[in-house]
């Protein structure tokens, strides 16, 4: 009911505040070099740290499977590669279009003829 909703949106504005809280406290929201230095605070916490030995040795490590991390690997490599080269993907678009533009007159000159020529087929 009310008091579940009321509840459980506590909880949320709870860990919302409190990781708004700890990013701040480390810096997060400040200048690059700032958000630099959180960052390699944030990477270099370790579980215990956090919750204790005895907490942290009930927890399951987790290891992300290889195709996984291969897939991603891929994608970052793909979406770099385009990153980079996308004023000559952009080029090419632009020279496809321009000259299927300047073609269209022939081009549509040629399918009219050929679908005259299938008409004059079928009809004798």
Known sequence: GKLGTLLSMGVRFGAVGGTV???ND???????QKGEAALAKI??????????KDISDQI????????ITSTL?????TTS??????PSYWNGGVK????TVTELPQTSKSYINAAV?????NMN
């Open 81 to 86: 590669d385009f990153t980079k080269n996308f």
């Open 73 to 77: 690997s891929t994608v970052k490599n």
């Open 96 to 99: 496809t279009t321009v000259t």
């Open 60 to 67: 399951p490590t987790i290891e992300i499977p290889q195709e």
């Open 21 to 23: 809280y700890i990013l």
């Open 117 to 121: 020529d299938e008409i004059k087929k």
């Open 26 to 32: 480390i810096g997060a929201f400040g200048d690059l």
């Open 43 to 52: 990477k270099s916490v370790k579980l215990e740290e956090l919750v204790g």
